[in-house]
């Protein structure tokens, strides 16, 4: 199997579609998170999300919890491409679209949506990736980005722990470079009531383009983007219209 069939899954096929949309997903994520924004793309725009190792499909590979291997690994499995791209990224998901865009340089996206997540330029000291296992996942539960039920049941809880502990470990450890920039459109996406990104917070993500900069804040926590599919979508296609402009 190929690198690019074990990282990237296409919900949508649009073989016809001008631009492709590829997503990262948050930490303990998985690449099926974003296949109701993958069907209020197509077929205008094809998505394409990214699969990490360690779950889903990929569970009998070993999980990376270094976040800048991490970003090597998908970088090099999405390569090229044979259209423009636009790089969306949620929660951790945001570290990683902006860490693989500056690693795949004029080969990446013509622009990037960064949501939920502070920017590289912010400091906050973050500890998750120390809790016990009730307390992770307490924090999940929480915030949202699990199911509750499942995270309730013992046997399923146990497939998913080693995935969110290793995610919450390359994020909270990983050590951003503050001044990094990159000359393509970011759209920063935030909740008015995330507790883990504050708007100041995601409107210092304008920092980190030579381009233009848009701040969007959305009613909501720091799950917003489920409750706001048909918007988000909106605004990804607007933004491709722009850029061919």
């Known amino acids: 199997m190929t690198a690019a069939a074990r990282w990237i899954r296409c919900f949508h096929p649009s073989p016809g579609s001008d631009v492709q949309v590829v997503c990262f997903p948050h930490a303990g994520g998985t690449a099926s998170y974003y296949h109701p924004l993958s069907a209020a793309l197509a077929p205008a725009a094809e998505m394409l999300a990214v699969q ?14 270094d976040l800048p291997l991490l970003a090597d690994r998908a970088a090099e499995a999405l390569g090229g491409g044979d259209r ?15 860490e693989v865009a500056r690693r795949l340089g004029r080969g990446g996206p013509v622009a990037l949506f960064v949501s939920g997540r502070r920017a590289p330029s912010t400091t906050r000291q973050e ?59 970011i759209t920063a996406l935030t909740g008015d009531a995330d507790p883990v ?15 233009r900069f848009e701040l ?15 918007e988000i979508a909106r605004m990804i296609l607007g933004s491709l219209r722009a850029v061919h402009a």
């Open 84 to 98: 423009p791209r636009v790089f969306f990224g949620h929660s951790m998901g945001a570290v990683m679209a902006f």
């Open 52 to 65: 990490y190792p360690g779950r889903q499909d990929r569970f009998d590979e070993p999980l990376i919890d």
């Open 197 to 211: 990104t504050s708007v100041a917070e995601a409107e210092a993500w304008g920092r980190h383009t030579t381009s």
């Open 127 to 185: 500890t998750a990736h120390l809790l016990g296992d009730d307390e992770l996942v307490a924090l999940a539960a929480r915030l949202g980005g699990s199911d509750p039920e499942v995270l309730r049941h013992e046997e399923l809880r146990g497939l998913i722990l080693p995935s969110l502990r290793a995610d919450y470990r390359a994020v909270c450890t990983h050590r951003p470079d503050g001044e990094a920039r990159l000359a393509v459109p």
């Open 216 to 230: 969007k804040v959305f009613p909501g926590g720091h799950f917003f983007l489920a409750h706001h599919v048909p």
